[in-house]
C-alpha cells in the first residue's frame, strides 16, 4: 500500500539537505574550473540557481515537518546517526555563501552570518549529546559523524574574504581537532568491530571531505602552498584512490539517500586538486582536476535522476 502524503511527511529525513552539499559542492568547483581555465560560459550560475531552489524547497518541508511532528525531530536530534546530519542544513547555508560570494558579496555575508552561527549552536548541541549520552555505542560510529563538527573548516573559505580572519581561524582550529580525534575512533571502530553496514557505507568517502576542505580552508588563511598544506591535499588525495579501487563494493548498493555523501567529498577533492593546478601549473593536476570534475558532473547528474525515480516509487521518505 502506497505511503500516504501525511506519512511521507513525517518521515522526511534531515538527510535530504545532503543533497544541497553535493549541489553546492558541484557549483563551487564548476566556478574554480570557469576561472582556473578561463571559461567564457558560466554553467554554475545555472547550478546555484538549482542549489538555492533545493534547499528552499527542503526548508519549508521540514519546517512543516517541525510544525506537525515535533516529536519526529526530537527523536532524529537524539538519535545516533540521525543526530549528525542535522547540521547538513548549516553546512549548506555556509556552501551557498561560498558560491554567492563571487556574485554578491552582501548576500553570502548574510547567508555565511546565519549558517556560521547556526552551525556554533548545532556543535555545541551535538557535543553536549555526545557527552551525556546513555545509549550510543562504538557500532553507531560512522564517517558521518565528522558533519557536525568537521563542518566547522568550511567557515574560512568565505569568512576570510569578508573580513572575519580571527574568527575564521577558531572555527578553523575546531574542526581540525576535532577531525584527527574522530578519525582515530572511526578507524578504530571500522578496524576492531563489525564492518559498516550496506546502508551507511556510502559515508565512507566523507573521509576525504575533512583534508580537502582543510586544504581549500588553510590557503585562504595562510596564502602559502606550505608543508602543511600539501599533507592537507595528499592525505585527501590518497583517501580518494583509496575510496575508487574499492568502487566495486560501491556499485553493488541498494539506493538511499545516503549515496548523496559520494557527491560533496568528490567536490571537495576536485576544488582543492584546481587550486594545486591553479598554485603549481604541473600538467598532472591539470588532468586530474578535468577527469575528478568530469567525475563529479556524472555523479551528480546520476544523483539526481536516481533520486528522482526513488520519489517516484515512493522508497524514500518511509518509515525505518
Sequence with gaps: MAQTDTSRLENFPVSWFATVMGLAGLTIALHKAEIVFELGAQPSILVLALTIAVF???????????TRYPQRIKEE????????????ISIGLILISIAVLPLHQGASLIVWSLGTFLHLGFTLYVLSVWIHHTHF?????NPAW???IVGNILVPIAGVQH???ELSWFFFSIGLVFW?????????????????????????????APPGVGFVSWMQLNGELDAFARILYYSA??????????????????????????SFPIAAITIATLEMYQRLDAAFFKWLGILLLVTLVALIAGLLVRTAVAIRRREICIEE
Aim: proline share 7%.
Design 56 to 66: 528552499l524547497t527542503l526548508t519549508a518541508l521540514y519546517i512543516l515537518k517541525a
Design 77 to 88: 536530534l537524539n538519535h545516533p546517526i540521525k543526530l549528525n546530519f542535522a547540521p547538513t
Design 137 to 141: 555505542e562504538i557500532n553507531h560510529m
Design 146 to 148: 565528522f558533519i557536525p
Design 163 to 165: 573580513g572575519f580572519t
Design 180 to 208: 584527527l580525534v574522530l578519525l582515530t575512533i572511526i578507524f578504530n571502530r571500522m578496524f576492531f568491530h563489525h564492518p559498516l553496514p550496506g546502508k551507511l557505507l556510502p559515508t565512507l568517502f566523507i573521509l576525504i
Design 237 to 262: 588525495l590518497f583517501l580518494t584512490l583509496m575510496l575508487f579501487t574499492q568502487v566495486s563494493r560501491f556499485l553493488k548498493l541498494q539506493f538511499f539517500l545516503s549515496w548523496w555523501a559520494y
